[in-house]
């Protein structure tokens, strides 16, 4: 298997990408010890020390740029036959794939920002020389996170990179970046992959049943990690199965206030488990790092407080960010709602819905209501996301959207 088997629905990406690292290759075999910086020679080659990949959620910008990363580090002797690197099986390829790669530094966050400090820590890693003598790469998942001073800390790194240093950026669109780093950055735009696409790669490597494969894929048009989710998780159907429900129980305003209600509360339980599954662990720990003595009833030495309050704050913006991550997804299954009504309006084929396994609510409502109904109903849902995004307390936001769909 190549690393480029996972990047889904994604061929003119993937053609680009495995032209850059047979140059990489190539600069790397040339090079008798001085380092690659980039110049004249190297700008006018394939390859790069900064890219820029962008797509919309679930296009696998990530798993397109971990490839990318597994194929700079490839060690198959078939190279010297003149095969592509990315065979996916030597050393380079899978340690780097499995995160194991000492040169393979992927970053991702679960808060809502990417402060200066972590960004510098970064910065000071890719200054280092690769340990396996080919490339220090840096997957940053999160690249629309940063700060604005995290990101000019970025900015100097990418101006000035280090030899063989290659800086490997995800965010959702070129405009999540900011100019001056963008503008050094080579782009990919990758798009959403097709649902037949996704159901493949699903059945291929998950070993997903065919129809549930299809069907999940096709109720999210094509975002890889949704459907995965899906298919692989009972509870995460039931709870989407809940969410298109709501749009036939906003008939009164107590229907729309309970909606509401129960929307917000279901995100903070999923909240809760992750606090849960996650929070105890790193706890346990940290308290083992600093020396809590086992014998006196976990008591922690003096002067640690400091670092047990910052954990706990840490844990607190998680959950904050996972609930918000929570809801963002199931607004998102909404509005899928409402496109499917909509597109019934318009006179397409109910062979057309997305969310087939709710076609009879779709067809109700889609016969009880008007064209422009659903389009408000769609802009509500976009402005309780804008909402969210804007820190508006998430029962106030998703009650002001349930009200709107209510009044269409």
Same mark, same amino acid.
């Given at each position: 298997?190549?690393?480029?088997?996972d990047?889904?629905?994604?061929?003119?990406?993937?053609?680009?990408?495995?032209?850059?690292?047979?140059?990489? %290759?190539?600069?790397?075999?040339?090079?008798?010890g001085?380092?690659w910086?980039?110049?004249?020679?190297?700008?006018?080659?394939?390859?790069?020390?900064?890219w820029?990949?962008?797509?919309?959620?679930?296009?696998?910008?990530? &798993?397109?740029?971990?490839?990318?990363?597994?194929?700079?580090?490839?060690?198959?002797?078939?190279?010297? =036959?003149?095969?592509?690197?990315?065979?996916?099986?030597?050393?380079?390829?899978?340690?780097?794939?499995?995160?194991?790669?000492?040169?393979?530094?992927?970053?991702?966050?679960?808060?809502?920002?990417?402060?200066? #400090?972590?960004?510098?820590?970064?910065?000071?890693?890719?200054?280092?020389?690769?340990?396996?003598?080919?490339?220090?790469?840096?997957?940053?998942?999160?690249?629309?996170?940063?700060t604005?001073g995290a990101?000019?800390?970025?900015? #100097?790194?990418?101006?000035?990179?280090?030899?063989?240093?290659?800086?490997?950026?995800?965010?959702?669109? *070129?405009?999540?970046?900011?100019? &001056?780093?963008?503008?050094?950055?080579? =782009?990919?735009?990758?798009?959403?992959?097709?649902?037949?696409?996704v159901?493949?790669?699903?059945?291929?490597?998950d070993?997903?049943?065919?129809?549930l494969?299809?069907?999940?894929?096709?109720?999210?048009?094509?975002?890889? +990690?949704?459907?995965?989710?899906l298919?692989?998780?009972e509870?995460?159907?039931?709870?989407?199965?809940?969410?298109?429900?709501?749009?036939?129980?906003?008939?009164d305003?107590?229907?729309?206030?309970?909606?509401?209600?129960?929307? *917000?509360?279901a995100?903070?339980?999923?909240?809760?488990?992750?606090?849960?599954?996650?929070?105890?662990?790193?706890?346990?720990?940290l308290?083992?790092?600093?020396?809590?003595?086992?014998?006196? !009833?976990?008591?922690?030495?003096?002067?640690?407080? +400091?670092?047990m #309050? $910052? /954990?706990? $704050?840490?844990?607190?913006?998680?959950?904050?960010?996972?609930?918000?991550?929570t809801?963002?997804?199931?607004?998102? %299954?909404?509005?899928?709602?409402?496109?499917? *009504? /909509?597109?019934?309006?318009?006179?397409?084929?109910?062979?057309?819905?997305?969310?087939?396994?709710?076609?009879d !609510?779709?067809?109700?409502?889609?016969s009880?209501?008007?064209?422009?109904?659903?389009?408000?109903?769609?802009?509500?849902?976009?402005?309780?996301?804008?909402?969210? $995004?804007?820190? *508006?307390?998430?029962?106030?936001?998703?009650?002001?959207?349930?009200?709107?769909?209510?009044?269409?």
């Amino acid at each position: 298997m190549a690393v480029w088997d996972d990047v889904v629905g994604q061929p003119a990406v993937v053609a680009e990408l495995a032209s850059a690292a047979q140059a990489a %290759d190539a600069l790397v075999t040339a090079d008798h010890g001085e380092g690659w910086q980039p110049g004249p020679a190297a700008n006018a080659s394939r390859m790069t020390h900064a890219w820029l990949f962008t797509g919309p959620p679930g296009s696998g910008r990530a &798993t397109a740029a971990k490839a990318f990363a597994a194929a700079l580090q490839c060690v198959s002797p078939d190279r010297k =036959l003149g095969a592509p690197p990315g065979c996916g099986f030597c050393d380079g390829c899978h340690t780097a794939l499995i995160g194991t790669h000492a040169d393979v530094e992927t970053v991702r966050t679960d808060l809502l920002t990417i402060g200066v #400090k972590d960004t510098r820590d970064l910065v000071r890693r890719a200054s280092l020389s690769p340990a396996g003598g080919r490339w220090q790469v840096i997957v940053l998942e999160d690249a629309d996170r940063l700060t604005e001073g995290a990101a000019n800390v970025l900015l #100097k790194a990418i101006e000035e990179p280090a030899p063989r240093t290659v800086w490997l950026l995800c965010a959702p669109s *070129v405009e999540d970046a900011l100019p &001056t780093i963008r503008s050094r950055c080579r =782009l990919l735009t990758l798009r959403t992959p097709s649902p037949e696409a996704v159901a493949e790669v699903l059945t291929r490597r998950d070993g997903i049943d065919p129809d549930l494969a299809a069907r999940v894929s096709r109720s999210t048009q094509g975002h890889i +990690g949704r459907a995965r989710r899906l298919a692989t998780d009972e509870g995460a159907r039931a709870r989407r199965a809940g969410v298109l429900r709501l749009p036939l129980r906003v008939a009164d305003i107590g229907g729309c206030l309970r909606a509401a209600q129960e929307l *917000v509360d279901a995100a903070g339980e999923d909240a809760k488990a992750v606090a849960e599954e996650v929070d105890a662990k790193e706890t346990e720990e940290l308290r083992a790092a600093l020396g809590a003595a086992s014998g006196s !009833g976990g008591r922690m030495p003096r002067g640690t407080a +400091g670092v047990m #309050k $910052d /954990l706990a $704050d840490r844990q607190k913006r998680r959950a904050t960010r996972t609930q918000r991550d929570t809801l963002d997804l199931a607004l998102t %299954d909404l509005a899928g709602f409402y496109r499917d *009504v /909509l597109n019934l309006q318009l006179g397409a084929s109910p062979d057309r819905v997305a969310n087939i396994e709710v076609l009879d !609510g779709i067809e109700r409502i889609a016969s009880s209501s008007r064209p422009e109904q659903s389009l408000r109903r769609i802009d509500a849902v976009l402005a309780c996301r804008d909402a969210l $995004d804007r820190n *508006v307390a998430p029962l106030l936001a998703v009650e002001a959207m349930t009200l709107a769909l209510r009044a269409g």
